[in-house]
């Protein structure tokens, strides 16, 4: 659990980072501008490499069957998903890096 919740607290980190939001702002406003599978593309390669400076000092890959182990672990665990922490920073980076351009591009 505390290694879970000490990866949580780094992505929370490299998701707030200004550059970060900055650049996933402008990949969300030109995906909304104008919808293609290639803009979707690099905002996906912008999340994973940014996830990727995190994910192997938690023993992850740097890739996205890493992020699919990781995320495979958090559903598979009790523990973890009984953890009011871990419900609330996982609720918080979904929405560092969708929930508020998502709905700030469809109004």
Sequence with gaps: LARVLALQVELLEVFARPSFQRRLSDLYEAEHRQPTSSQQDVRLELLLST???????????ASWHGVQQLMGLMDSSPALKASADVLRNGLIIDWLVRGKFEKATAA
């Design 51 to 61: 996830q990727g400076s995190v994910l192997p000092r938690y023993g992850f890959e």
